[in-house]
């Protein structure tokens, strides 16, 4: 690794205090030949420079090495907590989607028992009348049904969207410092959105959508160019959505 600078130390003067100015300026010429240039052959070493002047960059080089390898390590283990804390990330959304999907499934078997239920209580009250007048029950009632079964689910998605992804979405957030404004009301018309998101890609997807817009930089108002700052409308734009899943703002 080519090092971009190198540290001098307060207690390297005294073996260096007995150079002369003009033989530290040897000294440091020959220091930024070698950063430059990299490793030098020891006896081309030899033929440059004098012995005084080839001892003390000697040692210095020692230093300058041992800087540069506590630094490698210090990028090393910096990248394996980043690596750690990714990890960790992906295991609480898979955890709370796994959550969801087990409440969907009960949501599911209860709805469809209902549906059982009143199937079997128009059948009866079907037999009850004649075949003109069943005609018409049975076209209002399945008119009627579809109209009820629409807006109740739309109901039941609103109130999932306010009380599970509304503080999710907030916490993940907070959780990466993000910019990106929390959302303080969850809207008919953002809930929908949500569940043509979902409908059409998955919770999965989502989930990982948004946890790769908190943790980007240029989505948080740390671009280069610009300062723009993301919002959830914003993501939830199919143009968008697609963008940061396929890895558009990783950055």
Same mark, same amino acid.
């Given at each position: 690794m080519?090092?971009? %600078?190198?540290v001098l130390y307060p207690n390297q003067w005294e073996p260096l205090s007995c150079l002369t100015d003009e033989q530290l300026g040897r000294l440091f010429r020959h220091i930024f030949c070698w950063l430059n240039d990299g490793s030098l052959d020891m006896k081309k070493e030899e033929q440059l420079v004098e012995p005084d002047?080839?001892?003390a960059f000697r040692f210095m080089r020692m230093q300058i090495n041992i800087d540069i390898d506590k630094y490698q390590q210090l990028c090393e283990r910096n990248r394996q907590k980043a690596l750690k804390r990714w990890s960790k990330d992906a295991n609480d959304a898979t955890a709370y989607? %796994?959550?969801?999907?087990?409440e969907n499934k009960k949501e599911?078997?209860?709805?469809?028992?209902k549906e059982n239920e009143n199937e079997k209580e128009n059948e009866k009250e079907n037999e009850k009348e004649n075949e003109s007048s069943m005609a018409a029950v049975d076209i209002n009632n399945n008119n009627g049904e579809a109209v009820n079964a629409a807006a109740a689910a739309d109901k039941d998605f609103f109130e999932k969207a306010k009380k599970e992804w509304q503080p999710w979405f907030n916490q993940l957030l907070s959780k990466y410092?993000?910019?990106i404004p929390v959302i303080r009301v969850m809207t008919?018309?953002?809930a929908k959105r949500l569940q043509e998101i979902l409908n059409t890609y998955g919770s999965e997807a989502l989930a990982e959508v948004c946890r790769r817009a908190a943790a980007s930089q240029f989505l948080n108002g740390k671009g280069t160019k610009n300062k723009?700052? %993301?919002n959830f409308d914003w993501l939830l734009d199919e143009k968008n959505f697609l963008k940061i899943y396929e890895g558009y703002y990783n950055v």
């Open positions: 080519k090092p971009k %600078a190198f002047i080839l001892l989607l %796994a959550m969801h999907k087990k599911n078997k209860k709805e469809n028992e410092e993000s910019k008919p018309q953002r723009f700052i %993301a």
